[in-house]
């Protein structure tokens, strides 16, 4: 089944302590990327990635890093948590050259409610 | 500043009623996504619409982009239980590298 994977689905953490969001596509998708959820503001990127070792800036990438060694996966890592970045937090892929097909689309995870105290 | 305005934020309406939900931007795009998110569940993708004039149609639900007024639709006929849902609207303002979301409209349909 064709399924981008996120894990953990619930996490509670304590300001400072490092964390990881795994994220694993298996629709060989060259495009993915990372959001969070916050009610009233719809969803805001933080980081996307056109290729293996290609990644970039989103919208709101302070405090987060992430990293593409494989096609597959995307995880998000926060080094030093903190409570404003408690928040649901979806990754999403699709196929690169979504400027040139006529029909892309986002694939998303299940998403990761995160709570930092 | 790009912004995506979607309004109404919320939205209850009697089944077998008709209602349209509007999507506005404020940047040059000619790539639009409706998304409908379930309480508790992820985004699934609703329509893509890639130029001025689209209209996609799916069941209950149609959606339309006008790329000059920088404003897509997404009208609701006869509205049934099913369709309640969180509704949100993305426009492609980088060919697919940065999609901004609106803020999403809860539209719950009553009996």
């Known amino acids: 089944e064709a399924q981008v994977t996120q894990n953990p689905r619930y996490l509670i953490t304590v300001t400072g302590k490092k964390l990881t969001v795994t994220c694993s596509q298996n629709m060989n998708h060259e495009y993915m990327s990372w959001y969070r959820q916050d009610p009233g503001l719809g969803l805001r990127q933080i980081y996307y990635?056109?290729?293996?070792?290609?990644?970039d800036k989103g919208d709101v990438p302070e405090g987060y890093k992430v990293s593409r060694k494989e096609k597959r996966n995307f995880p998000l890592i926060l080094e030093s948590p903190s409570p404003n970045q408690t928040s649901l937090y979806f990754c999403?892929?699709?196929?690169?050259?979504?400027?040139?097909?006529?029909?892309?689309?986002?694939?998303f995870g299940s998403g990761t409610q995160l709570s930092v105290l | 500043e790009l912004k995506v305005e979607q309004n109404p934020l919320f939205l209850s309406m009697q089944e077998g009623k008709n209602y349209t939900i509007y999507c506005n931007y404020s940047?040059?795009?000619?790539?639009l996504y409706w998304y409908r998110q379930d309480p508790g569940k992820s985004l699934e993708s609703l329509f893509v619409l890639l130029s001025n004039g689209a209209v996609k149609q799916e069941g209950r639900l149609m959606a339309s982009l006008d790329t000059k007024a920088r404003l897509s639709t997404l009208h609701i006929t006869a509205a049934v239980h099913d369709l309640s849902a969180t509704y949100f609207c993305?426009?492609?303002?980088?060919?697919?590298?940065?999609?901004?979301f609106g803020a999403g409209t809860r539209l719950t349909v009553k009996p």
């Open positions: 940047t040059t795009s000619d790539r």
């Open positions: 999403a892929s699709s196929f690169v050259g979504r400027g040139l097909a006529t029909n892309e689309k986002l694939f």
């Open positions: 990635s056109m290729n293996v070792e290609v990644t």
């Open positions: 993305a426009v492609d303002i980088d060919r697919g590298n940065d999609m901004r």
